[in-house]
């Protein structure tokens, strides 16, 4: 079995084997380390690592587990593969922008080369006798703005590419 996970935004992946003798065979960064668990009950158990004693202690909440070693304490967070992802977004990923509805621009705030901040409006479309603002998705650079002041646009159509 594989597991990934992320700690203090470095990736770990660990490759688990079941031994014979009822223990695990884990490998992780070009190591091998003989792991036997003992349950203490659901939250508790001892781990004996290579010969070293870990008692070890799981609470969990919504967000996160936190982890109890030999009486350090570490917290590690819950995270999808897409939110990490996402924190781990560079300034040199390129967005493009695009309606999702038709309308009119009404007003384009910034200009190409434009340096602006995550969720900054850009511009402004009249869609349905509404104003809609427009905004980055991400910090950088404005590469491309599509359309100009008055021009109808589509749904999907190219408003702007951030970079």
């Known amino acids: 079995m594989n597991i990934s996970f992320w ?4 990736e770990y992946k660990l490759k688990l084997m ?15 380390y003989q792991v036997a668990a003992e349950f203490v009950n659901r939250d508790e158990f001892i781990l004996n690592i290579d010969g070293k004693i870990y008692e070890v202690i799981v609470s969990t909440t ?6 109890f070693l030999n009486g350090k304490y570490i917290q590690v967070e819950k995270k999808s593969a ?28 910034e200009k190409e ?6 969720g900054q409006p850009v511009i402004i479309l009249e869609a349905m006798k509404m104003h809609n603002e427009i905004k980055s998705p991400q910090p950088g650079k404005i590469l491309k703005i599509g359309p100009s002041v008055g021009d109808s646009v589509e749904a999907g159509a190219l408003l702007f590419t951030v970079e």
Request: avoid cysteine; hydrophobic fraction near 30%; aromatic fraction near 4%.
């Open 113 to 118: 080369g434009s340096e602006i901040k995550e």
């Open 62 to 67: 919504s967000n996160s587990y936190r982890v």
């Open 7 to 10: 700690y203090q935004d470095k």
């Open 82 to 109: 897409i939110q990490m992802l996402g924190s781990k977004r560079s300034l040199a990923e390129r967005k493009i922008i695009r309606t999702s509805m038709p309308g009119r621009i009404v007003k384009v705030l």
């Open 18 to 32: 079941q031994k014979a003798d009822d223990g695990i065979q884990i490998h992780m960064g070009g190591k091998k």
